[in-house]
């Protein structure tokens, strides 16, 4: 028997007190961005980053969670529109499809790659005073 994936709607909250949720367990996402690893690798640089240093560690957490959401929810919405693309199967939504992306290749190929803004553009955060800051890009 065939059945669709069901799709990860994400949590409501990544944090509660003490406990905090990161990578898949946080934001699962259908593989076809290729950037759930790199999320669950982005969001532990960020929780270690605001955990590291601070006393107060359920505010640690929020933030933590206040910087990545956006984020993480923009690259989840994404990868399921891409799913959507990929998963068309009736013959006319295939060569309407595959016609748009082969033309588009050819005639726009820098548009193709722009499909990739803001997925590969991330820094890590650095501290304030770090003269190689660039912040975070959390666009989706
Ligand atoms: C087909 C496919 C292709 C993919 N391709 C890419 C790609 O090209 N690039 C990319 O970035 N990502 C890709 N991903 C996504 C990537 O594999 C995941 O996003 C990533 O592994 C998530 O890491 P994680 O540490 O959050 O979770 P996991 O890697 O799932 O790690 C969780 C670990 O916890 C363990 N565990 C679970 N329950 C318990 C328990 N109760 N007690 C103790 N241990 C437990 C599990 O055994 C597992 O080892 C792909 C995924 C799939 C399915």
Not at 13 to 28: E, N
Not at 50 to 65: M, Q, S, V
Not at 78 to 90: D, F, I
């Amino acid at each position: 028997m065939l059945a669709k994936p069901a799709l990860h709607q994400g949590f409501k909250r990544y944090q509660s007190g003490l406990a905090v949720l990161l990578g898949d367990a946080a934001h699962a996402m259908v593989p076809t961005l290729g950037q759930g690893a790199t999320m669950a690798t982005e969001d532990s640089v960020v929780l270690t980053h605001h955990a590291a240093p601070e006393a107060d560690l359920t505010a640690a957490l929020a933030r933590y969670e206040h910087q990545r959401r956006p984020r993480t929810t923009a690259l989840v919405r994404r990868a399921e529109r891409t799913s959507r693309l990929m998963s068309v199967s009736s013959p006319a939504g295939l060569a309407l499809r595959d016609s748009a992306i082969r033309a588009m290749s050819k005639v726009v190929p820098a548009l193709m790659l722009r499909g990739f803004d803001g997925v590969t553009d991330w820094y890590p955060p650095v501290t304030p005073q770090d003269p190689r800051s660039h912040g975070t890009h959390v666009t989706g």
